[in-house]
């Protein structure tokens, strides 16, 4: 009798414990984020997204090789759990140019993975831009 008790309690707690990892809410990544490359020296870069379901689309603002303009690439992919993965062709580019970028939402909010162009591979990190109140 006391067995099937204890059994009993440890199939509630079980079913309570993947009921409230069931319930955990999903990684948000929409708004204004400040996105920062690892090249030789840290890069600016402004990334600015929109979340519906696992679908994120957006755009990121890369430096041109020309001095102060800057290049908006039209960004589309997905987040499942709090891997973000999006890609985006450079429009008008004289060869074609794909960006890939990976990364991960950390526990604080912030963000960090690599960006994948022609150029090679880049380190980056990413802070949520904050609502002017």
């Keep these: 009798m006391r067995t099937t008790?204890?059994?009993l309690v440890a199939v509630i707690?079980?079913?309570?414990?993947?009921s409230a990892q069931q319930k955990k809410p999903a990684t948000n990544v929409t708004g204004t984020w400040n996105m920062g490359l690892q090249g030789g020296h840290v890069i600016p870069v402004a990334?600015?997204?929109?979340?519906?379901?696992t679908k994120v689309k957006g755009v990121i603002l890369l430096?041109?090789?020309r001095v102060?303009?800057?290049?908006?690439?039209p960004?589309?992919?997905?987040?499942?759990d709090a891997?973000?993965?999006?890609?985006?062709?450079?429009?008008?580019?004289?060869?074609?140019t794909t960006i890939e970028i990976a990364g991960t939402v950390?526990?604080?909010?912030?963000?960090e993975g690599t960006i994948t162009s022609p150029h090679g591979k880049m380190p980056w990190t990413a802070e949520r831009l904050k609502e002017r109140k």
């Design 75 to 80: 960004l589309t992919g997905e987040i499942v």
């Design 13 to 18: 707690t079980l079913a309570a414990g993947l």
């Design 47 to 53: 990334l600015t997204l929109e979340q519906d379901g």
């Design 106 to 111: 950390l526990d604080d909010g912030s963000m």
């Design 68 to 73: 102060g303009e800057r290049v908006e690439v």
């Design 83 to 96: 891997a973000l993965s999006l890609s985006g062709t450079v429009e008008n580019a004289a060869e074609p």
């Design 5 to 7: 008790f204890a059994a």
């Design 63 to 65: 430096p041109s090789q």
